[in-house]
């Protein structure tokens, strides 16, 4: 019964905020069900309709259709990337195919697809407003593209396919969790771990204790080939231990071994494309993305390896050279290269990076950073609510009020890593904003940064601030949205364009007033050197052949295992031959730098949403330089400049084709030139 299943009723809470506080696992599969249950019979009610499809009897049916079913999926979605328990984890392993064929059902009716397609064929004779046009385009667009025209014999075989993708996928992503935690370093002496600092060295040892290793370092591992910890270490046997069992999560023979899961998701995306028409997953993809098709990735992609390979070879060779001062010199290899990146900064620039960590503390960093860019920018103001609960202990509440004092929606964010929390960064939302549902934004961020003992301070590394800069523009695209219908709330834009307004709000941590508040030391409250931070500005492109090449050459593994056609990826068996063939196609096949992600561990594209996209970063870099250049040119941080951000970009959500709003936003499309000037690929 309803009083029973708290997940079956609205939230009395602020917002509509989840009471986690009540809610249990065996609540969700239940109220799952029951959200299925009236989904289906909303759906029915709008295709048995007796009267012609008109746009408020079918779209603004449509858009109020699924209410509990959405309430319910993004209360689960949150906890089981961020808290997944094995009780969670099990939900989350039957609730796939269930899932699956629910939204194919939906995706899949003809009789939906008939009146969508009515609207339509008569868009141009109905009184439309800009919103409610693109509303029926996009419906029918994405309908088209997920099947909605093909006989019932196709679609069949369609669902029968996306059922078994959502089983692997969900897979996959449980494999890399748990390799991730089993393949967490042990140190057993503090020696080893030399070169890092005592904040480091303290969350190493919490780790450590917390799964029962008294007296000892755990280092645990990031989501990506590297380790923040790489450019510090003095051992070089440490640096190897580490680097080695990141590579190896997901390969070995084991039960968490995900390669055979690999093999089969891209057989299956292979095999739906053929059915849908296209050559392969990624010409399904990018049909529907900014970029149109793969041949216009691969073009950049091709196009910006070179001249990255080309100064990575350059960096290389530098860094060989501090080697062979060493007393016993060696060849430099993948595990040295942060370290001594480090030691050539440290020689060029005279700076040290690794010892910045005092002045990025992180409350700082996101009160007088973080928060302070957005409320000079947008006028916004936060409160912290303690009084409303959330997921998990670490996840802290903030409520969001305008300028003029009216209430925005609520933020959330969970800093710290943890064995039930899967690896990366990323943003979420529990409440999507709408008008019509009335409904204000819940956004969620979520980071990995590593919890120190109690007590202690938590120290950010440069990367780790950036990190929640970015995650911060992802809530801001999810809280400012401003729209009509649910379809196009907050982030439910192309994937190719959701990184830019992340992007974009990276700007400002360099910039001097938001720099100059937050970036302060930790005991002593004085502001990072002017001389420091000039050196960091000047050491901006120091290192980009690197971070360009490994950026690049996992795009272009995501793009080689889905650019296979159906009889191709069926024949692939060796996914360590197939890595090493399409690196070497595009010339990043480098073995001193691995790529960001390697294929068994690359849950951006096996179990996130990235698959034939991660190109999108580089893609949406392009949009982001140009705008930073815009923000320079008119004056930077100025509530102007922000509102006509928020208004023409942020706002619209995804009610507009993006490349159209960028248009009114900058009064042009963007240019290249500004992107490979900050990546040094400039001429």
């Known amino acids: 019964m309803p009083h029973d299943n708290p997940l079956l009723s609205n939230s009395a809470l602020p917002y509509g905020l989840p009471d986690y506080r009540i809610v249990r696992p065996e609540h969700y599969m239940p109220a799952f069900e029951r959200a299925f249950a009236e989904h289906r019979a909303e759906i029915r009610n709008i295709t048995r309709a007796r009267s012609m499809p008109t746009f408020e009897n079918t779209m603004v049916a449509l858009e109020r259709s699924g209410e509990l079913l959405g309430r319910v999926a993004r209360t689960f979605y949150t906890v089981s990337s961020a808290h997944a328990t094995a009780e969670i984890q099990d939900v989350d392993e039957a609730l796939a195919p269930?899932?699956?064929?629910?939204?194919?059902?939906?995706?899949?009716?003809?009789?939906?697809?008939?009146?969508?397609?009515?609207?339509?064929?008569?868009?141009?004779?109905?009184?439309?407003?800009?919103?409610?046009?693109?509303?029926?385009?996009?419906?029918?667009?994405?309908?088209?593209?997920?099947?909605?025209?093909?006989?019932?014999?196709?679609?069949?075989?369609?669902?029968?396919?996306?059922?078994?993708?959502?089983?692997?996928?969900?897979?996959?992503?449980?494999?890399?969790?748990?390799?991730?935690?089993?393949?967490?370093?042990?140190?057993?002496?503090?020696?080893?771990?030399?070169?890092?600092?005592?904040?480091?060295?303290?969350?190493?040892?919490?780790?450590?204790?917390?799964?029962?290793?008294?007296?000892?370092?755990?280092?645990?591992?990031?989501?990506?080939?590297?380790?923040?910890?790489?450019?510090?270490?003095?051992?070089?046997?440490?640096?190897?231990?580490?680097?080695?069992?990141?590579?190896?999560?997901?390969?070995?023979?084991?039960?968490?071994?995900?390669?055979?899961?690999?093999?089969?998701?891209?057989?299956?995306?292979?095999?739906?494309?053929?059915?849908?028409?296209?050559?392969?997953?990624?010409?399904?993809?990018?049909?529907?993305?900014?970029?149109?098709?793969?041949?216009?990735?691969?073009?950049?992609?091709?196009?910006?390896a070179i001249p990255a390979a080309a100064n990575a070879a350059k960096e290389q060779a530098a860094l060989q050279a501090i080697v062979a001062l060493e007393p016993q010199p060696f060849t430099l290899e993948a595990h040295d290269w942060a370290y001594y990146t480090e030691r050539v900064r440290a020689a060029t620039y005279d700076l040290?990076?690794?010892?910045?960590?005092?002045?990025?503390?992180?409350?700082?960093?996101?009160?007088?950073?973080?928060?302070?860019?957005?409320?000079?920018?947008?006028?916004?103001?936060?409160?912290?609510?303690?009084?409303?609960?959330?997921?998990?202990?670490?996840?802290?509440?903030?409520?969001?009020?305008?300028?003029?004092?009216?209430?925005?929606?609520?933020?959330?964010?969970?800093?710290?890593?943890?064995?039930?929390?899967?690896?990366?960064?990323?943003?979420?939302?529990?409440?999507?904003?709408?008008?019509?549902?009335?409904?204000?934004?819940?956004?969620v961020n979520n980071l990995n940064v590593s919890k120190p003992a109690a007590g202690k301070p938590t120290l950010l590394s440069l990367d780790e601030v950036t990190t929640l800069f970015h995650e911060f523009g992802h809530a801001l695209h999810g809280l400012f949205a401003t729209v009509t219908y649910p379809h196009f709330a907050g982030t439910n834009v192309f994937r190719d364009f959701v990184e830019f307004p992340s992007q974009v709000n990276e700007m400002w941590i360099f910039w001097p007033e938001i720099l100059a508040q937050y970036a302060r030391h930790v005991d002593t409250n004085e502001p990072l050197p002017t001389d420091v931070i000039q050196k960091l500005r000047d050491s901006e492109a120091f290192n980009q052949g690197f971070a360009t090449s490994e950026y690049l050459a996992a795009s272009w593994l995501d793009q080689a295992w889905h650019s296979l056609n159906r009889t191709e990826a069926a024949s692939v068996t060796d996914t360590i031959a197939f890595e090493a063939a399409a690196l070497a196609d595009i010339g990043l096949d480098n073995p001193a730098i691995p790529p960001r992600y390697s294929s068994t561990y690359f849950a951006h594209v096996f179990s996130g949403g990235y698959s034939a996209g991660y190109y999108s970063y580089i893609w949406s870099e392009v949009l982001d330089a140009d705008t930073v250049e815009w923000f320079i040119e008119n004056g930077g941080l100025t509530r102007g400049n922000g509102e006509r951000f928020r208004q023409r970009l942020l706002g619209v959500g995804g009610s507009r084709d993006p490349l159209e709003a960028y248009r009114d936003f900058r009064g042009r499309p963007a240019e290249i030139a500004p992107l490979l000037k900050r990546r040094g690929l400039a001429g």
């Open 352 to 443: 040290d990076r690794a010892a910045l960590r005092p002045w990025f503390e992180a409350e700082r960093v996101l009160q007088d950073g973080v928060f302070r860019a957005a409320a000079e920018l947008y006028g916004v103001t936060f409160t912290e609510r303690e009084d409303l609960p959330s997921y998990h202990p670490d996840a802290r509440v903030f409520e969001l009020h305008n300028e003029d004092g009216s209430p925005l929606g609520l933020f959330i964010l969970d800093l710290y890593t943890r064995d039930t929390k899967r690896g990366g960064a990323w943003m979420n939302s529990i409440v999507a904003q709408s008008t019509l549902l009335g409904t204000a934004p819940i956004v």
């Open 98 to 304: 269930l899932m699956s064929a629910h939204q194919d059902s939906v995706q899949l009716n003809a009789d939906l697809y008939w009146r969508i397609k009515t609207l339509y064929d008569q868009r141009d004779s109905l009184a439309l407003e800009d919103e409610q046009r693109y509303l029926i385009e996009r419906h029918y667009r994405e309908m088209t593209h997920a099947g909605a025209g093909l006989d019932t014999e196709a679609k069949e075989e369609l669902t029968a396919i996306n059922q078994e993708l959502s089983v692997r996928t969900n897979a996959f992503e449980k494999n890399s969790l748990a390799d991730s935690n089993d393949l967490a370093v042990v140190f057993t002496e503090a020696a080893q771990l030399d070169g890092l600092t005592d904040g480091e060295l303290s969350a190493a040892a919490q780790a450590a204790a917390d799964h029962g290793l008294e007296g000892q370092w755990l280092v645990t591992l990031t989501l990506f080939t590297g380790h923040p910890y790489l450019s510090s270490l003095t051992n070089r046997e440490s640096r190897k231990r580490i680097l080695d069992a990141s590579r190896s999560r997901g390969r070995r023979e084991n039960e968490n071994c995900n390669e055979p899961v690999l093999l089969e998701i891209v057989r299956l995306r292979a095999e739906r494309a053929a059915i849908l028409g296209y050559d392969s997953h990624a010409a399904y993809v990018t049909a529907d993305e900014t970029a149109g098709s793969p041949e216009a990735v691969h073009a950049l992609l091709r196009q910006l």
